[in-house]
Structure formats: structure tokens, C-alpha cells
């Protein structure tokens, strides 16, 4: 090729490569750019060479145009893959290569495998430790409502999730309410052995929670005998944990075998107080309510007859089940006294009038009330024990119920060093749930931050199952966290007659203001009427027409200091609205015989109240509707 044919290549190819740098790859393909090659060459075959003045031009010609065509056919595949655009990305080409080789389909398969790592939400650690001897990739202490809601929010999650839950009882998760309610209703015995009960609307239900996840019962030995861990739900019963390894991510049984775990759940839920002076009256007459077990040890006895039960506590558990024991022994000629130093039942809850008057209530069941008094000492005499109290009284029980509420059982928390609320009790957790890396609490023992109303420790069922479901699904992601943010309610039940609904903070100390169906007596004049003006008010309604007639009256805001209610048999607060004010803002509420308004009262918990906008903030629960 002589120098002029030579640099004209070059010049061809230059502005080849130009133009196939503004070519996209929606204009041109591969094969127009081959294409697009072969015309250059041949037309530049066809061009007249330089130089004709001399002979021999024609050979000159033919000798330049065979040695462009093979510098090109040579070099064009080199000059293709310099200029060639950009492959398309994998979406574009899927169903073009679908049919691809082996290997190709291994990279695949490589890219897919990588893809689920980086979105998978944390179950990578736990896949690596699957076959693994003694590993749970997650670990729920406490056999609990807690444990189980968060347990069931992990398979959603999760669903070939591993999970094993460790309780000290011989029984899986259970309903802990019903226990000083409905089951003490129950007309059969044979239904009481079976744990099951009806509720106040005739429903048949067992106290075993039972869900669509299929729960194992394992003892301890059973445990030791497995050696790898397959997907599903565990139980260990009977077991207690008595050392938790944060650093190790390992736990510890009393019966000395360690376990490693991926995340885990303190939901170790509340011990019951104990009081120091019943030291004397023996362990076997003394129960703390709490477990099925005490259930049971309490049914059982007053299947005999002409037995005197003591109950010890004025509060929810205390008062419940004084109502309740009352109802079952009355056949059987079965005393109940109950013992509390507040002015009435529930007096650390409610209002002193309603506190009162829910007295008279339970005086009306057959309980021998003792308010404003408290055991001095206890002595065991032959089968029974004799209490003494402060007054110089003296009360001789079968058996004595200590209800006194209870404490939040931190003992495993504190060895492991988690932080623990001084004020409240329990553990303190983050927004999350979570008290430090794969640790997490839910129930009675957590010490959580209310957005509404601050930090609180809550024991109540739907806090457990709200808790325990946000911490399980918070466990089974390792991204997009859900804050806590369920405001719980929480009910008790006086017998069949008397129930409420509350969400909030309920404290007799905070002022209030009531609207009832019906309006109280109001004793003029007393001290304590005048004092609590500027503490509690009550908006009372007021009659227009007699009962007769089926009207409803009005609610008013006219003050009514709760001090100064007089309590009467004949008078009944069938229904009405009790809100519980701090800074004169809406922070609990109290719902008596009104149901499924909770969320009515959600939306006002917080607010501001106003005495002129009382009517329309009480409308949506219906205190005057028929």
C-alpha cells in the first residue's frame, strides 16, 4: 500500500469512529456497523488512485484496493469492538439470552444469590448457624402472652423461622385475665379442669393460647437429646434462665446447658409482692396469685365446704377475684374478707365517690370488706391461720390471698447488665424495643417511652400482646424498625354486673371530671367537699323528667367536687365517662359499662381539656344514648 491509499484508510477509519460515537444503539446494531465497514472498503475499491499521469496506474489501483480490503478485513473485527455501543443492561437482554449456555446461567444464579443477601433481613447470620448444635436464631424467655404474640409476628415474618420459647411452668403460653374472672363463673367443674371458660357473651374459650403455628412441648431432657435444630416453635417448660451473655449471644439454664442464640426476648413478666408480716401464718396457707397453679390450688380448696378465704389488696387483681371466689362458694357456704388500708376498692384508681360506691358493690357480693386496715402480724392455729390487725381486729382464715401487685422481674436483666429503670422498674428500652444489640423486652418488665404520655411501665394483657407482636417483628427485620407506639387499654371485670374499659394513666391522686347517666348526692358543705374544688370536678347531668318517661338527661358541666358524693345502695352508675387531667391536659380515661370505645378515647388522650367544649369531646361515647 504506498502512503497516499494508506493515510486515506486512516482518514475512513477517523471518521468512522466519529460517526459511531453519535451512532446510540437504538440506530444502529452491530450488524449496520459490519455493514457500514464492507461500503467503506468497497467504496473505496472504486475510487481512481492519485497519480494517473504515469503507466502503470491501473495495476497500482488493483494493488491498493486489495491491500485496503485486507488491512480492513484484518483489523475491521479489532476496529468492530472499539466502536461497538455498549451492551444493553440485563433487562433488556433477559428473554434474548434466556436460553444461554451453563454457564451462563450459573452467573445466574450467582447474581440472584447476591441480590437476596443484600436485601435479606438478617436471616444470612442464622442460615450459617442452621445446622448448628444448641443455636435458635431466636430465643423468647418468658412463656408468656409477650413471647407469644412476638413469636407469631416472627413466623409472619419469617416463616420457616426457628424459634424456641422458655417458660418455668409446665404449660405453653396462656391468658393470664381470666383466671380471677370467668373461670370462677363456670358451671362446670369438668370445663374448669380443662382450663376453658365462657366469656360474658357465651363464648366458649380455652386459656391456652392457641394460634395457626403448631407449638412442641419439650422438657429439658428432651432438649439434650436434640442435635440439630429444624424450622418451627419450640417450648421448653419447666426451665429457668439464669444467665444471659450479651457479648457471646449465648443464654445459660439452671440445669447448666448454654444455648446461642441469633436475637432475643426478655419477657420475663412481673414476680408478685409478697408482705412480710404473713412469714407467720405458714407457706402452705399463703398464695400469691399469679400462675394456674395458684389457680388451681385455690379452686380446689373451696370445693370444700364452710371455708374462709382472706384476700389482701383492694386493687384490680384484689378486687376482681374477692367478686369472683365470693360468686363460686356461695353454694358452699364459702366467707370472703378482704383486707386493702385504701378508703374503698380500687381506691389507688378511681375517684373517692366511685371508689365508694364500687365498695358497696362488692359488700352487695357477699365480700366482708375491711377497708382502711392492715395486718399487723399472722399465726398459724392448728389447720388455720389468725390474723391480727392494726385496729386489734382478729380474722381467722383457711387460706389467705396476698394481691398487692407485683414487680418486674429483672433479676436476669440486671446480671447481664442491662440498664433498669430505678424509678419505674424494668428494663429500659429504646423506641424499638430494643435494650441493646439483639436484645429486646416486651410486657410487664418493660420500662418503654410513651409518646403521648412520657416513659411508663405498663402491666396490662394488651400492652403484652401490642409489645410483644411490635418486638417480634422488629427481631425478624434488620432494617426498617417500627417504633412502639400502641396505646393500651386495659378492662377489669366486678362479676357479670359491673365492667370498664380504660386506656391512659389511671390515679386517684390526678383531678377528674365524670359523666354519669345519672345524678350522684351531693353532700353540702364538708371540708373535704370544699378542699377538693380545685382538684377534681365532675360534669353531672341533670334531670328534666322522671326515668318513667325513658329519657336520658343532658350533661352539664355544673362543678361537682368528688369528695363530697354520698355513696347509696339505691344509687347506680350504670354508665358513664370518668378523664383523668394533668397539666390540664387529657391523660387517661375511664370508661364504666361503655364498651368498644377505645378508640374514641385514643384520639383524645393528650389534648387539652376545655369545660366549654365538654358536650361535644363525650359525644362520640354515647353516654346518653339508649
Request: charged share 25%; glycine share 8%.
Amino acid at each position: 500500500m504506498n502512503s497516499h491509499a494508506f493515510r486515506a484508510a486512516i482518514r475512513s477509519t477517523a471518521q468512522l469512529r466519529c460517526q459511531r460515537r453519535v451512532i446510540t444503539p437504538s440506530t444502529a446494531t452491530p450488524r449496520q456497523a459490519l455493514f457500514s465497514l464492507r461500503q467503506t472498503a468497497r467504496s473505496y475499491a472504486s475510487t481512481p488512485a492519485h497519480g494517473t499521469g504515469h503507466t502503470g496506474a491501473a495495476h497500482h489501483t488493483d494493488s491498493d484496493a486489495a491491500w485496503v480490503i485486507g488491512s480492513l478485513l484484518v483489523f475491521g473485527p479489532l476496529i468492530y469492538k472499539l466502536t461497538a455501543p455498549p451492551p444493553r443492561k440485563k433487562a433488556d437482554v433477559d428473554h434474548t439470552h434466556h436460553s444461554g449456555s451453563k454457564q451462563s446461567k450459573h452467573n445466574e444464579g450467582e447474581d440472584e444469590a447476591e441480590e437476596k443477601e443484600q436485601h435479606d433481613d438478617g436471616s444470612s447470620s442464622a442460615a450459617s448457624h442452621k445446622r448448628e448444635k444448641d443455636f435458635y436464631p431466636y430465643i423468647l424467655i418468658g412463656a408468656g402472652t409477650a413471647s407469644f404474640a412476638a413469636m407469631e409476628a416472627i413466623r409472619e415474618k419469617d416463616p420457616s423461622a426457628t424459634i424456641l420459647i422458655i417458660g418455668n411452668e409446665d404449660i405453653g403460653p396462656y391468658m393470664r385475665p381470666p383466671l380471677s374472672k370467668e373461670m370462677w363463673f363456670n358451671k362446670s367443674e369438668e370445663t374448669t379442669d380443662k382450663l376453658s371458660f365462657k366469656d360474658w357473651q357465651g363464648n366458649e374459650r380455652n386459656i391456652v393460647l392457641q394460634g395457626k403455628e403448631k407449638i412442641e412441648l419439650l422438657s429439658q431432657e428432651a432438649l439434650d437429646t436434640i442435635e440439630s435444630v429444624d424450622s418451627g416453635v419450640k417450648v421448653l417448660t419447666g426451665a429457668i434462665v439464669s444467665d444471659l451473655n450479651v457479648a457471646e449471644q449465648t443464654i445459660t439454664l439452671n440445669s447448666g446447658k448454654t444455648l446461642k442464640y441469633g436475637k432475643v426476648l426478655l419477657a420475663t413478666g412481673g414476680v408478685p409482692k409478697t408482705l412480710p408480716v404473713l412469714k407467720g401464718a405458714g407457706e402452705d396457707k399463703v398464695t400469691t396469685f399469679r400462675s394456674v397453679q395458684d389457680f388451681k390450688k385455690l379452686h380446689a380448696l373451696i370445693k370444700s365446704t364452710d371455708k374462709k378465704i382472706v384476700i389482701i389488696g383492694g386493687g384490680f387483681l384484689g378486687s376482681e377475684l374477692a367478686v369472683a371466689v365470693s360468686h363460686y362458694g356461695k353454694e358452699k357456704n364459702v366467707s370472703v374478707t378482704q383486707i386493702f388500708p385504701e378508703d374503698g376498692n380500687m381506691g389507688l384508681v378511681f375517684p373517692r365517690y366511685l371508689s365508694k360506691w364500687t365498695t358497696s358493690q362488692v359488700e352487695q357480693e357477699g365480700v366482708v370488706v375491711k377497708s382502711n386496715s392492715r395486718v399487723a402480724s399472722t399465726k398459724a392455729v392448728g389447720d388455720q391461720v389468725e390474723l391480727t390487725l392494726e385496729s386489734g381486729e382478729k380474722i381467722v382464715a383457711d387460706h389467705v390471698v396476698v394481691a398487692v401487685g407485683i414487680e418486674a422481674n429483672v433479676e436476669l436483666a440486671k446480671k447481664a447488665g442491662l440498664e433498669l429503670d430505678e424509678t419505674r422498674g424494668g428494663v429500659v428500652v429504646n423506641a424499638e424495643l430494643q435494650a441493646r444489640h439483639n436484645v429486646y423486652c416486651a410486657g410487664d418488665m418493660t420500662s418503654f417511652h410513651d409518646v403521648t404520655l412520657g416513659r411508663r411501665r405498663v402491666e396490662h394483657y394488651d400492652n403484652a400482646i401490642l409489645g410483644g407482636r411490635v418486638a417480634g417483628q422488629n427481631m425478624a427485620s434488620d432494617n426498617l424498625h417500627k417504633p412502639y407506639k400502641h396505646q393500651s387499654m386495659f378492662w377489669s371485670d366486678l362479676g357479670p354486673h359491673i365492667g370498664y374499659e380504660a386506656v391512659g394513666i389511671l390515679d386517684s391522686k390526678l383531678s377528674t371530671v365524670s359523666i354519669w347517666t345519672k345524678k350522684p348526692t351531693v353532700v353540702a358543705g364538708t371540708e373535704d367537699a370544699e378542699e377538693s374544688k380545685s382538684e377534681a370536678v365532675a360534669a353531672s347531668s341533670s334531670a328534666s323528667s322522671s326515668e318513667k318517661e325513658g329519657k336520658r338527661e343532658r350533661a352539664t358541666a355544673t362543678p361537682l367536687p368528688a369528695e363530697g358524693v354520698k355513696v347509696e345502695d339505691k344509687e347506680k352508675y350504670n354508665k358513664g365517662l370518668v378523664l383523668y387531667l394533668k397539666d390540664k391536659r387529657i391523660v387517661g380515661l375511664l370508661m364504666w359499662n361503655n364498651f368498644g370505645k377505645v378508640e374514641d378515647a385514643r384520639k383524645i388522650l393528650g389534648q387539652v381539656y376545655d369545660t366549654e367544649k365538654v358536650e361535644t369531646l363525650v359525644k362520640p361515647f354515647g353516654i346518653h344514648e339508649e
